[in-house]
């Protein structure tokens, strides 16, 4: 391991927070119960020993009790043992994703969404359960083959200092040579795989979510051969690091059978001498076998303990990053600018090309926006920039002088809130869905902000009305349904910004007309943004932009109320008479 990884190791750790007392408890525990099994061993072979003496029975009754004692204590202490380290590892784990969720809630908005959501998924999930492994797969067990190789070199080397000094070697090897080549070997190994788990996570998410999107424009079948392009270096990667813990393997078995003859050997030797009873070398000779079983683990928590590290490190990457933007200086607010400014914006995805711009928009507090042009020219994209969640190739957003990509998330969600097109529905009741945007809503609240979006009769139909129990992502309800469920939503939501994507999809002309059009009547009280395709209802909009290609740019090439575009701008106005 690295220095870097060694200090990562060491964060993470203290991120965990572990519950040191229960470590100690689940360390005593997991010692108990391999010690039961060398003292099992060494006592099985004390009597088997003194019963071929045939001495009188009376002699062996202590031993045979303990042996039953033994093997009932292995299997009460091994399960003593589960429980005590899986509640530590658990509870450090819920630590550590506080801690990462703390630090992405406090940070700028752009973290976020600048790394791919399957990546983000990984980061979040597999990676921090990585490094919470690392108290069950690797601590805990090298804390018990520490104790228990004491306790076995203690028992042959109080019978035999000679085979004891070889035992201790023969443990030093098993327990420290195997699973420092395993170490080695997996290193290279288990880091590209994390780095490949991740990257399937991220490919597989978006075929999971994009699949027609991606058959449509022909790129399904190179996506899927990526997918298994990343599989097959996954397989390489695991088989890879299997030979070295093999190796490690092979090792233990090696010293435990050095330590077995060595100890048979000198044991004879010395039983001739007069210096060891027939007796005692049975139990020098067969207590190793139960002693290598603490060691034999080694491989495996030194392999855990290089992927933890490689979790650890992504990890706490992006919790740096987080708190690396967060801690930079916020521009100076301009007291003198209220409402929200577009100043000369060029926006896209990270590490991609920009796609619109240079973008200057002023809206006014109060105001409504509509924001319109042909599909795939960048208004969501435009969208997703405004509420900070992408990062602005150049230009700025601002929010009563505020620089937007400066504000913390839970700074931008106090005043702006947005609404996208494919925003999720929880599996949980219609009142708790509405809650999403405010917790203490009322039953009362949801039930008029229902109404408001024309859900009144639907949600009369329910068959347990406000606390009813909706399907996995919707999937009991229709579409529009859907929609304006979401608009409820996004109304419950204190924030005196709203961006709305696409409000009017899935709905009938009518009925997303009206919608569009008691969105926007809402201008006064807040600033509603919104993207349409409809142009209908723009009539009650105080401005509307239109934004086009032009010379291969996205760029805004009219801007006004609805009557005057309909004045002067003749694709407009043909546009809006067609949906007439």
Known sequence: MTKVDTRAVRRAIKLLQMDKAGFF??????????????????VSAWLIARASQMPPVLDLAVATTAVRALGIGKAVFRYVNRIASHRVALYGMSSLRTSVYDSLADSDTDVV???????????????????????????????????VSMLSVGIVGALSPMIGALLLVCLLLSGLVGPLFAMRGASLAESA?????????????????????????????????????????????????????????????????IAVIGALLIGSQQVAAGTLTGVELAVVV?????????????????????????????ILDLIDTAEAKHALPATPPDHEETGLVVDEL????????????????????????????????????????????????SGSVRIDGKEISRLTRTEVSNVLTLTAEDAHVFETTVLENIRVARGDVSEEEATELLGRVGLSQWLSELPQGINTMLGENAANISGGERRRLLMARALASRADFLLLDEPGEHLDGETADRLIRDLLALGGDRTVILVTHRLTPLDVADRVVVLSEKDGETVVTAAGTHEELMATVPEYRWSTRRES
């Open 346 to 393: 060029v926006i896209g995805w990270p590490d991609a090309p920009s796609i619109a711009g240079p973008l200057t928009i002023n809206i006014q507090r109060g105001q409504t926006l509509a924001i319109v042009g042909p599909s795939g020219i960048g208004k969501s994209t435009l969208l997703y920039t405004l509420a900070g969640m992408l990062h602005p190739h």
């Open 286 to 314: 067969l207590t190793p076998l139960a002693a290598f079983e603490a060691t034999q683990v080694m491989a495996m928590a030194a392999v855990q303990l290089v992927r933890s590290s490689g979790a650890a490190t992504r």
């Open 113 to 147: 969404t600048s790394i791919r959501r399957g990546d983000l998924l990984a980061r979040t999930g597999k990676d921090i359960d990585t490094v919470g492994d690392l108290v069950v797969r690797a601590l805990m067990p090298a804390a018990v083959a520490l104790v």
């Open 193 to 257: 795989q994390i780095v490949d788990r991740a990257e399937l996570s991220a490919q597989s998410l978006a075929m999971l979510e994009s699949a027609s999107e991606l058959r449509i424009s022909g790129r399904l079948n190179a996506m899927e051969a990526a997918t298994a392009a990343t599989e097959r270096r996954i397989f390489k990667n695991r088989d890879s690091a299997a030979r070295p813990t093999a190796l490690a393997a092979a090792i233990d078995l090696g010293a435990m059978g």
């Open 25 to 42: 408890w689940s360390v005593m525990a997991g010692a108990a119960g391999l010690g039961c099994s060398v003292g099992l061993a060494a």
